[in-house]
């Protein structure tokens, strides 16, 4: 069961143009027992907004979805109902999309972020200006229950790049001192096709003796390695 605090952070707003009218959809995190009808088969996503905004651009009548973190799996659903046998907690957390949401309504409020979206991907991200090591930038992240942001696609890297502003920053991704590169809050290593989409040629080859950290290079747009002890603007989202 999810705390009642959880409901009144985790909120998600999206515009979107309908019958050439703008509208607002709101999906709360949900600490309710109900059971949901499912509007086609589970997939695997990289994150709850990804998968919101997926369940939305393919179903008119997305107004559900539940979506496990660990394993990425997101069920679209459509109604939800109490008399219904309630889903399982292992489904993953349960978003309901709100008949009458506020028009203020943002990613999440108080954390400074932002919804973002390019080609495939998607994101409530913020650009955070203090200049901190990398140590820092995640136990920041954390304090405010965001993460760290992680990349796989050239989506993504576009959507750094117009957060950016020209800005160097950290993003999630390091190393214990040898070629192999991890994300810090899934601790998933990086794939091949990762590593190859974000850092130039031989970028994964520097050491430095304060470690090494991943920094996202905006006028190069690809990621860079440097010593995580040097001090930079971070990154973090949802």
């Known amino acids: ?6 409901v009144l952070v985790h909120a998600f707003a999206f515009k979107t143009i309908e019958a ?25 996503d990289r994150s709850r907004v990804s ?5 939305m651009e393919t179903y008119a009548n997305c107004n559900s979805v539940r979506f496990n973190p660990t394993t990425g799996v997101c069920t679209p659903g459509s109604t939800t109902s109490y008399t219904a046998p309630p889903d399982s907690a292992d489904d993953g957390e349960l978003y309901l999309k709100l008949e009458n949401p506020s028009t203020d309504a943002t990613c999440d409020s108080g954390k400074n972020v932002s919804f973002q979206k390019y080609g495939s991907e998607s994101s409530c991200i913020g650009l955070y200006k203090t200049q901190v090591p990398f ?49 810090f809050d899934s601790g998933q290593s990086l794939t091949s096709l990762e590593a190859n989409t974000i850092f130039p040629v031989g970028e994964m080859n520097k050491t430095f003796a304060g470690g090494n950290c991943c920094q996202y290079c905006p006028h190069n747009n690809t ?7 040097r001090k930079a603007p971070y990154s973090c989202e949802m």
Request: with cysteine; hydrophobic share 40%.
């Open 20 to 44: 050439g009218t703008l509208s607002q959809s709101v999906f709360q995190l949900s600490n309710n027992a109900v059971g949901s009808t499912a509007l086609g088969a589970p997939w695997q």
């Open 223 to 229: 990621a860079s390695i440097v010593d995580c002890s």
């Open 135 to 183: 140590t820092d930038y995640t136990k920041n992240c954390a304090k405010i229950g965001l993460k760290t942001v992680q990349v796989a696609t050239a989506d993504k890297l576009k959507i750094l790049q117009n957060i950016a502003n020209g800005t160097d920053f950290w993003i999630g991704c390091y190393s214990f001192g040898d070629a192999s590169y991890f994300w």
């Open 1 to 6: 069961m999810f705390s009642a605090s959880l």
């Open 51 to 55: 998968c919101i905004v997926t369940c």
